[in-house]
């Protein structure tokens, strides 16, 4: 327990160092969910009207919907960036020494996940208060209970970068497959529009955005933003995540993963 602690206390810190190393990283995390909050919200808020739906109490604009849903959008995109980094360090061999290491790969894995949530729960808080300044606020106790729905989906988002970064050989082909699982996995959700709404374009992508579980797990942020417990985004965000990363386990075990096609 004693080595398994010092590990983890190891790759946190060489990722924050890493991190803060890296100033236009996090930069980058805010300017796009601040695009969409300050340009695009403004422009849709007249023509997409939003109806009384929980966790919400009465009408709301359109930009308090979407903060959820940004904020998933910082750890989704964080989850990704981390995920390349792997793959540079494979390519480095840094990957191979840390996973040569007297430890078990799954918690080596799992030590590389809660580095990677921690940094996009800093991003997501950050957004949040850039968005309380521009008077978007949630309630005072949303701020508290959101801390965990936050670390479970970015784990679940990591867990699925993980798994995605086992498939790639080079670094070039990254941004590639990024672009084929980012940009659906985030405009396919919850995230900017209700499920209803879609259901009056489509029955077949309102069905897609109800089994996509970056759509559980914006819920899951939404309720917790407003201090309410929703059960079955929580069971299908924590599912995905235990899914991913077996898979991603699984990527790194060079006896029967992909490692072992790729040797």
């Not at 739906?53 to 709301?60: G, L, R, S, V």
């Not at 529009?193 to 996509?212: F, G, H, Q």
């Not at 235990?242 to 060079?254: E, R």
């Amino acid at each position: 327990m004693t080595h398994a602690l010092v590990a983890l206390n190891a790759i946190v810190l060489r990722e924050a160092q890493r991190f803060v190393q890296q100033r236009g990283r996090f930069v980058a995390a805010l300017v796009r969910p601040l695009i969409w909050l300050l340009v695009f919200a403004a422009g849709f808020r007249a023509a997409l009207g939003l109806s009384i739906a929980p966790p919400y109490q009465t009408y709301i604009t359109y930009e308090v919907y979407i903060v959820p849903g940004l904020c998933g959008m910082i750890l989704l995109f964080n989850g990704m960036q981390s995920s390349l980094s792997l793959v540079y360090d494979r390519e480095m061999g840094s990957m191979r020494l840390l996973l040569t290491a007297p430890l078990p790969r799954w918690w080596l894995l799992f030590c590389r996940l809660v580095a990677s949530t921690a940094i996009s729960i800093l991003q997501a808080y950050t957004f949040l208060a850039v968005a309380a300044a521009f008077g978007i606020r949630m309630p005072a106790s949303g701020y508290i209970a959101v801390l965990p729905a936050l670390a479970i989906t970015g784990i679940m988002l990591g867990a699925l970068g993980l798994a995605l970064s086992s498939l790639i050989k080079q670094l070039e082909n990254f941004a590639g497959v990024m672009n084929f699982v980012i940009f659906p996995m985030f405009f396919l959700s919850t995230a900017l529009y209700p499920l209803w709404k879609m259901a009056e374009s489509s029955t077949l992508l309102r069905d897609i955005c109800a089994v996509n579980p970056f759509s559980h797990a914006v819920e899951l942020i939404r309720f917790a933003l407003y201090g309410q417990f929703n059960a079955g985004a929580l069971g299908w965000t924590a599912l995905a995540g235990i899914v991913f990363f077996l898979l991603a386990v699984w990527g790194y075990d060079p006896a029967r993963g992909l490692l072992r096609r790729k040797g």
